[in-house]
């Protein structure tokens, strides 16, 4: 079985400052683990993906995540927050298997608040 | 490219009524799969669907049903509405459904209320 567990529900950092989102992750496979992003009335957005290659993943706006198997960890970093980052972030796993089609996983989820 | 689309945006129903709920995926894509939203359970997953096949589904009620017709549309049915079913209604579209090799592409929901 897959799942994670978003480690806080609610982060604020100031404009500038580094971001960091804590996400621990369980699976009987190996996963792919990905981070996704809700902004207000919006749909989700993928920032970057695992699936499995460099253990150190960049995304999009500036963000990025590193795999530690040992730890069982997929945080998520950005070196400087910037406004329009704050929103709702979504670490996801899903196993690479049969039966596992369509399926993502996700965390409860981390609300970033981003203070001028 | 036009995106995923969710029709329609906002549906207010009374319980016991049911409700369809309408995708339709990015050009080319063959597989949609729909997600429940709600504060106290986060996004689960419902089913997938791929070339009008339900392939893997999730932990729901037979309440909920899907289908997908051979342009690759698909639709969401909820029967005997309850309160708890008031949730936003995700689907995501991918080229095949194997969410570690094919992004998935999500629509801006459904906000489903029951009163």
Same mark, same amino acid.
């Given at each position: $079985?897959?799942? @994670?567990?978003?480690?806080?529900? +609610?982060?604020? @950092?100031? !404009?500038?400052?580094? @971001?960091?989102?804590?996400?621990?992750?369980?699976?009987?496979?190996?996963?792919?683990?990905?981070?996704? @992003?809700? +902004?207000?009335?919006?749909?989700?957005?993928?920032?970057?993906?695992?699936?499995?290659? $460099?253990?150190?993943?960049?995304?999009?706006?500036?963000?990025?995540? !590193?795999?530690?198997?040992?730890?069982?960890?997929? +945080?998520?970093?950005?070196?400087? $927050? +910037?406004?329009?980052? $704050?929103? !709702?972030?979504?670490?996801?796993?899903?196993?690479?298997?049969?039966?596992?089609?369509?399926?993502?996983?996700?965390?409860?989820?981390?609300?970033?608040?981003?203070?001028? | 490219?036009?995106?995923? *689309?969710? &029709?329609?945006?906002?549906?207010?129903? *009374?319980?016991?009524?049911? #409700?369809?709920?309408?995708?339709?995926?990015?050009?080319?894509?063959?597989?949609?799969?729909?997600?429940?939203? &709600?504060?106290?359970?986060?996004?689960?997953?419902?089913? =997938?669907?791929?070339? =009008?096949?339900?392939?893997?589904?999730?932990?729901?009620?037979?309440?909920?049903?899907?289908?997908?017709?051979?342009?690759?549309?698909?639709?969401?049915? #909820?029967?005997?509405? =309850?309160?708890?079913?008031?949730?936003?209604?995700?689907?995501?579209?991918?080229?095949?459904?194997?969410?570690?090799?094919? =992004?998935?592409?999500?629509?801006?929901?459904?906000?489903? &209320? #029951? #009163?």
């Amino acid at each position: $079985a897959q799942s @994670v567990t978003q480690l806080d529900s +609610h982060v604020s @950092v100031s !404009e500038g400052t580094p @971001v960091l989102l804590r996400c621990n992750y369980s699976s009987s496979y190996s996963p792919s683990l990905f981070w996704y @992003v809700q +902004h207000p009335n919006k749909g989700l957005q993928l920032l970057l993906k695992y699936t499995s290659a $460099a253990t150190l993943v960049k995304g999009i706006n500036g963000f990025e995540a !590193e795999f530690k198997k040992s730890e069982t960890s997929f +945080h998520l970093t950005k070196p400087s $927050a +910037h406004m329009s980052d $704050a929103a !709702e972030y979504f670490c996801v796993v899903s196993a690479r298997s049969e039966g596992s089609q369509g399926n993502l996983i996700f965390g409860k989820g981390t609300k970033l608040s981003v203070k001028p | 490219k036009a995106g995923v *689309t969710q &029709t329609p945006r906002y549906l207010i129903k *009374t319980r016991g009524q049911q #409700v369809t709920l309408s995708c339709s995926p990015i050009s080319g894509h063959r597989s949609v799969s729909w997600y429940q939203q &709600t504060p106290g359970q986060g996004l689960q997953f419902l089913f =997938e669907y791929f070339s =009008e096949t339900q392939r893997n589904k999730g932990n729901f009620p037979g309440r909920f049903s899907g289908r997908q017709f051979s342009n690759s549309r698909s639709e969401m049915n #909820v029967s005997t509405l =309850e309160l708890g079913d008031s949730a936003l209604y995700l689907c995501a579209s991918s080229y095949s459904g194997t969410p570690w090799n094919t =992004e998935a592409f999500f629509g801006q929901g459904t906000r489903l &209320t #029951v #009163v």
